[in-house]
């Protein structure tokens, strides 16, 4: 496969990059886009509800709905990040690493709560 330029693609790509890209990795990464699109539309929207004076509630709601999407797609991209990141290199059917990863998962759903824990300190 080649660029606009000519040269490989391969050749252009940082190292590790190209690993990552197989066919389940871009349908997530378009279910991503896919979802980010609609949220921007939903954006759209309440810009639109609001400059044609339509009543707070129902621009409440709708910004409630943009909230829970953007936390979905937090949440995609989290485990995502555990999946690739943080479990890599470790023995996928490993009863460990299974157990690991179902309890990263648990937590950073709870985890993305607004406000949740907000009492623990920074990381350094």
Not at 55 to 82: F, K, N, P, Y
Not at 99 to 116: D, M, Q, T, V
Request: proline fraction near 5%; charge should be neutral; include cysteine.
């Amino acid at each position: 496969m080649t660029n606009h330029t000519g040269s490989s693609i391969l050749s252009d790509t940082p190292k590790g990059y190209v690993k990552m890209m197989n066919k389940e990795q871009l349908t997530e990464d378009k279910n991503l886009t896919t979802r980010l699109r609609r949220i921007e539309g939903q954006v759209q929207g309440l810009q639109r509800m609001l400059d044609s004076g339509r009543e707070c509630e129902e621009v409440l709601t709708q910004v409630m709905a943009v909230r829970s999407s953007l936390d979905q797609v937090g949440l995609l991209l989290m485990e995502r990040h555990i999946e690739r990141c943080v479990l890599e290199g470790l023995p996928p059917d490993a009863p460990t690493t299974k157990a690991l990863s179902e309890a990263l998962k648990s937590w950073a759903r709870f985890g993305l709560i607004p406000g949740a824990r907000a009492d623990l300190p920074a990381s350094e």
